[in-house]
């Protein structure tokens, strides 16, 4: 079974920074996908960004140029650094594994960490 903890979460001003983190552990095929996704209040859970085991990462219009995703491959870990934190940016963010394999697809969420940004 696959776990995935995130860490991170918090309460922040406009403007200020934060730094998520996703620590995933269980039987993970070598080829996959890790991202972020948020859902706040009332809408639905959104992309936010992903990165490959390739190091190829995608990221959601609002967020480029303000969030950056890495990874370590070898630990199974996903960061998100956010800067320049908007209050629209409040939300839940979850972490996320997933990959494809013998025709089959695979696909793991954390908990959830709560990111509140007050204007």
């Known amino acids: 079974q696959v776990q995935l903890v995130e860490s991170g979460g918090g309460l922040v001003q406009a403007g200020g920074s934060l730094r998520l983190s996703c620590a995933a552990s269980g039987s993970i095929f070598g080829i996959n996908v890790m991202g972020w996704y948020r859902q706040g209040t009332g809408k639905q859970r959104e992309l936010v960004a992903t990165i490959t085991s390739g190091g190829t990462t995608n990221y959601a219009d609002s967020v480029k140029g303000r969030f950056t995703i890495s990874r370590d491959a070898a630990k199974n870990t996903v960061d998100l650094q956010m800067n320049s934190l908007k209050a629209e940016d409040t939300a839940v963010y979850y972490c996320?594994?997933?990959?494809?394999?013998?025709?089959?697809?695979?696909?793991?969420w954390g908990q959830g960490t709560q990111v509140t940004v007050s204007s």
């Open positions: 996320n594994v997933a990959w494809s394999q013998w025709a089959l697809k695979y696909d793991y």
